[in-house]
């Protein structure tokens, strides 16, 4: 039998000249895809992650395990493609929409144009849209309550700074990033109002989710301010950040997936997108042949999101504090509700 994980490279055409994709095919069913004919109960999924690419310990590995989990809940044949740059990303979508997936998915909020484009020239193919909007009929917008994380995590700094000085490191100066700070500082200030908060952003263009040296830089600057914990929300660029730790002598709080194993004892938290739970619900649907078009936001209540806590630093708050950061979540989960 073929091995479970194929990787080969597709070269195509777009506007703006050859376009290069890597294309990774995991098979998850008993037949070999394209070489033998797919069961009527094998699902067809095609993913186009975000720019950075897998390898990011941040949003591109939160959407792997959402494929990785797909093995788990049935037969699935899913394709992945990493475009290298926002414009890799309409000809990866249009590949999958070619070739009559069952549900095309686009992760991120560099997809939109690209989404809201290859739906219009594919009305009949359902595409899914992870972390961003395009309101259409045959697009399904799924979004994050990352300012109810970012709160959360806000909160989970205050109570393990020594220092009442804390930072926020955004990547790209946005309206989606300004709502991770918006959350991070209101959770901060519920729980100490006299602490302070230091904000930077990276940069004005995508290419600041992928600067780690810049990131490493600014950890340091903060530092140096007295920081003592970081949050940050600039994906592959948090790396830096996470690194510069190890010599600045501050913690990190993590974003969209679990980063403490890239710093062990260095990153007590991390407030993750369940991307990956958003994925699987998304192809579930797609199975019961239930699709419609909407926006859905996936926040702690429903398991979209969550801090996660590192094994590497159980001893960083007291049972005091856990329990007011126990009784801060429960607020933040009643407060969804209503």
Known sequence: MPSPLLATEKTGKS??????LRVFLMI???????AVAVSADTMRVGVVLSIGGLGDESFNDAAYQGIMQLRKEGDYVVEVVEPGSISGIEPALRYFCQRDMDMVCA?????NDAVRRIAAEFPEDRIVLIDSVV??????SILFDEEQGSFYAGAFAALSSKSD???FLGGMDSPVIASFERGFTNG???VKPQATVLSHYIGSTPEAFDMPEKAFNLGMDMAKQGADI???????????????????????????????RTAPGKVPASMVKRIDNALVKAAEIMRKDAFAGGI???????????????RFNRDLLNADALARLKEIEEFLMYKTAR
């Open 296 to 310: 859905w936001t996936m926040s702690l209540q429903d398991h979209g999101i969550e801090l996660v806590h590192s």
């Open 165 to 167: 000085i804390v930072g």
């Open 28 to 34: 998850f069913a008993v037949t070999f895809w394209a």
């Open 15 to 20: 506007a703006g000249g050859i376009m290069k």
């Open 188 to 190: 901060v200030k519920f």
């Open 107 to 111: 992760v991120g909020i560099f997809a």
């Open 230 to 260: 970081i949050y940050h929300a600039s994906g592959r660029s948090g790396l830096g950040l996470i690194q510069a730790s190890r010599r600045g002598n501050y913690l990190v709080i993590g974003v969209d997936s679990d980063q403490s």
């Open 135 to 140: 309101t259409m009929p045959n697009v399904l």
